[in-house]
């Protein structure tokens, strides 16, 4: 995400949610996820928290106060360019993902776009 004014919200990977499936449950589950993410107004809400905080930050359900994310979590990281929040970047998945492999890949992440963003720094 990339914030300000006219920001833009990029999603990919949603795929990538179908291979938890262990029930048809689930199914539907995803089904409705896929449509808040479409609406994108919930993960701008979410995305706009994340920057107000430094460092990687983790939301699992409902705890962001969004209860349209209960039975999933997020774990974003801000990035800036020159000293500047200027996005997000973010992983969503279900409360039981490996936090432990997923949270240092965000975080490098947003320091790697950081560094890209900031090259004299």
Do not use: C, H
């Amino acid at each position: 995400w990339t914030g300000g004014q006219g920001g833009s919200l990029i999603i990919r990977g949603q795929a990538r949610l179908l291979e938890t499936i262990d029930q048809a449950a689930r199914v539907s589950e995803i089904k409705r996820l896929f449509e808040r993410l479409e609406q994108q107004e919930t993960m701008l809400r979410l995305l706009d928290l994340a920057q107000r905080g430094e460092g990687v930050q983790i939301f699992i359900g409902g705890e962001s106060g969004l209860a349209q994310l209960d039975g999933w979590s997020v774990i974003t990281a801000p990035y800036e360019a020159n000293g500047q929040v200027v996005g997000s970047v973010g992983v969503i998945g279900p409360t039981r993902m490996a936090y432990d492999r997923v949270i240092p890949i965000v975080d490098i992440t947003a320091r790697l776009l950081s560094s890209a963003l900031s090259p004299n720094s």
